[in-house]
Nanobody
């Protein structure tokens, strides 16, 4: 599975962005998908995930109520709608694919990673 993230950019605090992650291959629906982010000098951290098949969603506490993850299996794409953005949301955002339905908040659950897209939120 190859993943291509897009949609990052510069936005003012309070604004919105929608990230997309397009996957190659015909097995997209068999993978749970996640978004992680990494700010300069910090560890890569979990943001959100959506399970395969049922489509259960999971969020980090820091983004709950502001971000929404969704997937379109017909388009082999996962999205991250980000609203009410804050300067602390500034990071490189990565999408990833996991062959499991559990422990999706852990990086080690994921087998494939995209290249990342920069999100910068100005105050």
């Amino acid at each position: 599975v190859q993943l291509q993230a897009s949609g990052g950019g510069l936005v003012q605090a309070g604004g919105s962005l929608r990230l997309s992650c397009a996957a190659s291959g015909r097995t997209f629906s068999s993978y749970s998908m996640g978004w992680f982010r990494q700010a300069p000098g910090k560890e890569r951290e979990f943001v959100a995930a959506i399970s395969r098949s049922v489509g259960n969603t999971y969020y980090a506490d820091s983004v709950k109520g502001r971000f929404t993850i969704s997937r379109d299996n017909a388009k082999n794409t996962v999205y991250l709608q980000m609203n009410s953005l804050k300067p602390e949301d500034t990071a490189v955002y990565y999408c990833a694919a996991a062959p499991v339905n559990y422990r999706l908040e852990y990086k080690r659950s994921y087998d494939y990673w995209g290249q990342g897209t920069q999100v910068t939120v100005s105050s």
